[in-house]
T-cell receptor
């Protein structure tokens, strides 16, 4: 499986934008880029996903490099509630929709985002 | 009410005991998963199920078994618990079409 590389931790101030990077240089053409986050004492929470084009939803934006070897999760205005571990995960679209092969998420260590008031 | 409910939330037991962790969902999803998380690490997949008749081993299935009693229920069993199975366990569900997984709040299991 293609792997991702994220910084161990990042720090930002409340009400400022946050850019969380992820490198995935061995990404394949059928890999979607997914982001999840895990708040303290909770299960992971889906944030956003994309394939090639930039994506926006109510939680965040996902900017994908033209060569797809990196991506950035953007929190436009961080709040204290956004303090969490953020995971960048690749999911093969064929496995995801057909059920062929293992269909679990492969979590790395993620980025621990600290928000300062 | 939570969409994905795990019971119990916390459990302390002794080595050699049989333990069952239960997961139920109200999302109507066909796929269900069990993960384990150790301190400072990401989640690792134990078992997953695409429907009631389909059970598949994940990355770390040794020492665990599962049962999919209904579309909404997926239980994880430790037949003879050992201390290195002390961890946080998460159940998740997904809709095959949408792909996003939805997690419960976890079961913290301690084996003495």
């Amino acid at each position: 499986d293609a792997k991702t590389t994220q910084p161990n931790s990042m720090e930002s101030n409340e009400e400022e934008p946050v850019h969380l990077p992820c490198n995935h240089s061995t990404i394949s053409g059928t890999d979607y880029i997914h982001w999840y986050r895990q708040l303290p004492s909770q299960g992971p929470e889906y944030v956003i996903h994309g394939l090639t084009s930039n994506v926006n939803n109510r939680m965040a934006s996902l900017a994908i490099a033209e060569d797809r070897k990196s991506s950035t999760l953007i929190l436009h205005r961080a709040t204290l509630r956004d303090a969490a571990v953020y995971y960048c995960i690749l999911r093969d679209v064929i496995v995801m929709y057909s059920g062929g092969g293992a269909d679990g998420l492969t979590f790395g260590k993620g980025t621990h985002l600290i928000i300062q008031p | 009410d939570a969409d994905v409910t795990q019971t119990p939330r916390n459990r302390i037991t002794k080595t050699g005991k049989r333990i069952m962790l239960e997961c139920s969902q109200t999302k109507g999803h066909d796929r269900m998963y069990w993960y384990r998380q150790d301190p400072g690490l990401g989640l690792r997949l134990i078992y997953y199920s695409f429907d009631v008749k389909d059970i598949n081993k994940g990355e770390i299935s040794d020492g665990y078994s599962v049962s999919r009693q209904a579309q909404a229920k997926f239980s994880l069993s430790l037949e003879s618990a050992i201390p290195n199975q002390t961890a946080l366990y998460f159940c998740a569900t997904s809709d095959a079409r949408r792909g996003a997984q939805h997690f419960g709040d976890g079961t913290r299991l301690s084996i003495l």
